[in-house]
């Protein structure tokens, strides 16, 4: 795909848009919408820092990993 041409009047904008049946002016703009509303969080959320070690599913051999 290449361009051929730019339009940058309006009236011919405006033809070529009702030509092809696009409408010729901007969508309106809804409200902003506040954050969601969430509960209050009641238990403290643990650090990351003080997690235990994950054990890992497989065995390790130390030998193979040198």
Known sequence: MRSIAFLTEPASVNALLTHLG???TPPKLARARGPP???PV???VPR????PAR???YRFDQRLSW
Do not use: C, K
């Not at 990351?48 to 997690?51: F, G, I």
């Open 42 to 44: 009641t238990e403290q």
């Open 22 to 24: 696009e409408p010729s």
């Open 48 to 51: 990351w820092e003080d997690a």
């Open 37 to 39: 509303l969430r509960d």
């Open 55 to 57: 054990v890992p599913q």
